[in-house]
Structure formats: C-alpha cells, structure tokens
C-alpha cells in the first residue's frame, strides 16, 4: 500500500512542515474529478452543437479588436457559448459540497467515534462516504446549472456516467491508502486458481487506519468497485444517444449505482442496524431507495422521444460579430 506517494521538499516551513506530500487518495480523487470533468465537457459540447442545449451566459476571455489603433486585446467578458464552459464551476461545487456531505454521513455512521474524537473525525484524511457525497453535491449542482437555464433533464444524462467513473477511480485511492473500505475476511479455500492472490485477499499492511488485518487477508473491494464501476460506465456511455425521453440515463445510472453498492456490501466491512428484524448497513438502506426511485423514474421515462413529442429541441445559438472571438 502507498499511502503517501511522494513528498516535495519546500525552501521554507509551512505549519511546522517543510514537505508538501502528496497522498494516494487525494490524487486518485483529484484524476477522478479531471477525468469526469473532461467527458462531461465533451458530451455537453456534443449536446450543444447537436442543438439540444442552449447557449449559456459565461465569463470568457475574448479578444477585443480597437479601431483607433488597430491591436488585439484580450480580457474577459460575458458572452454566451457552450454549457461546457459551466464545467469548471461544477466541479468546485462537487468538490466543496461532495467532500462535507461525505464527511458527515461518515459522522452520522460512527456517532460514538465522532463523541470520542470529534477534531479527529472531521479533519481526518480518511472516512468519507460516498453517498453522503453524492446526496448533497446533487442537488447544489443541479441548483447551480438550473439557474444558469441549463435543461435539467439533459445535464443529468450527462453528468451520472461520469460520476460513477470517477467513483471507481476514487475507489483506487481508498485500495491503495487502505482507509478501511476493505472487506471481511476472504475465503483463500474458495480461491479460484485463475484469480491472481493480489485480488483475492489483500491485508492492507501500511494502512492509514493503522489496523492490523487477518494473515489470510481481506477481500479488495476498492478494487471490485473499480471494476464494476468503469463496465457501467462503458454501458452508459454507449447508450447516451439512447431513443428515450431525457432523464432515461440519469435513471439508469442510478439503478446501476444503487445495484453495484448492494452487491459490494454483501462482502463489505460497515456498520449494520437493525431495520424490521434485518441487519443492514447505511449504504443498503440508501441504495434499496435508491432502486426504488430509478426503476419508477425508468418506467416515465422509457419512451420514445419521437412518440411524445417530449425531447424539446432548439436551434443551435449563434454569435454574430466582428470584433469578438473566443480564444
């Protein structure tokens, strides 16, 4: 396990260090976020010169020819183009707003550490839950795009492929930190002589939770996830140009999502509760409503865009002048 990849050695202090050190999880999350933000950018485009989203109003560098003395300048103004350009701004909002409600779904989960150890919990460099993540970042994202007259539908056909992508990559940084989403003990008798031990039972030995596993190992999960995740993508990013009403996607990402972390809990260490006589964890009860609420999404939205005249198209915006160029 690399915990810690690299450390850069800094000509000063900063509080009480004079190394800058680059964490595993914190760079698998950062490829994550960059490599989700790259795709979401082209598909937005896509959608955009495709003539099914509008221009939005955004603050660009343009250049900016002047009569008097005939020079180009450059400097920023508003001007409207591709919702690609929202991009950037999105993934702040997921970042600020994901990283909290990851954190305090953590918090939530494990109250008794948390009375413990408050200061501890909150500024650790582990315990995130990706679902407290997902519910909170939603919604300020789609608060954002919305006011920005952005088709709500759409952006989120959009964006839940990626999400999961940059789930999975994230998921490469907890496997490779060992931050404790590992799962139970593996079964090394039941060990098929085609899977390679490294995926079969990993006992994590430079942990940062410093927790000293089972000599026969754990299974990976991170590693499971990672998988699982980047073949739903490979299927959702197939079926983007799907002959359904807009949101079919988002749906099925969220069936897909709440399907995946169902099947990964089964092999996964979490706390349980217990709900009507069963013993489930946070993230079963969250993925079972999950599914609930995709599958009745899926049934209004399973529908020919041609049938019901619902997909809603415009012509593609253009910008007219002489004297303004993107650059």
Request: glycine fraction near 8%; include cysteine; hydrophobic fraction near 50%.
């Amino acid at each position: 396990m690399y915990p810690r990849i690299v450390e850069i050695p800094l000509p000063f202090e900063i509080l009480g260090s004079d190394v800058v050190p680059v964490n595993s999880y914190g760079a698998m999350m950062a490829v994550g976020f960059l490599v989700a933000a790259w795709l979401l950018r082209k598909e937005l485009d896509r959608l955009y010169h495709a003539g099914k989203l509008e221009a939005v109003q955004v603050l660009l560098p343009v250049k900016r020819t002047s009569e008097r003395r005939g020079a180009a300048r450059s400097r920023k103004v508003w001007t409207k183009a591709s919702p690609k350009y929202l991009v950037e701004t999105i993934v702040v909002i997921a970042v600020v707003a994901g990283l909290a409600g990851a954190r305090l779904f953590h918090i939530l989960e494990n109250l008794d550490d948390f009375s413990r150890n408050p200061f501890g919990m909150i500024f650790s460099t582990g315990g995130l839950t990706f679902y407290g993540g997902l519910l909170v970042c939603v919604p300020a994202i789609l608060a954002y795009v919305h006011r920005k007259g952005v088709q709500l539908s759409l952006f989120a056909d959009s964006a839940m492929p990626t999400v999961l992508l940059a789930y999975g990559i994230g998921r490469i940084g907890c496997h490779l930190a060992g931050d404790g989403d590992w799962g139970i003990a593996s079964n090394v008798a039941a060990q098929p002589s085609w899977v390679p031990t490294w995926l079969w039972a990993e006992t994590y030995p430079n942990n940062i939770l410093g927790v000293t596993l089972p000599e026969t190992g754990v299974y990976p999960t991170p590693l499971y996830e990672f998988g699982m995740a980047l073949v739903l993508f490979s299927v959702l990013w197939f079926l983007r140009k799907h002959p359904f009403r807009t949101g079919w996607l988002f749906w099925l990402s969220l069936l897909f999502v709440g399907v995946e972390r169902i099947l990964i809990e089964q092999i996964r260490v979490n706390n349980t509760y217990d709900v009507i006589g069963l013993s489930v964890t946070q993230a079963e009860i969250i993925s079972a409503v999950l599914i609930m609420i995709a599958v009745i999404g899926l049934a209004l939205t399973m529908r020919s865009k041609g049938r019901t005249g619902s997909s809603r198209r415009c012509a593609t915006p253009t910008i007219t002048t002489t004297s303004v160029s993107l650059r």
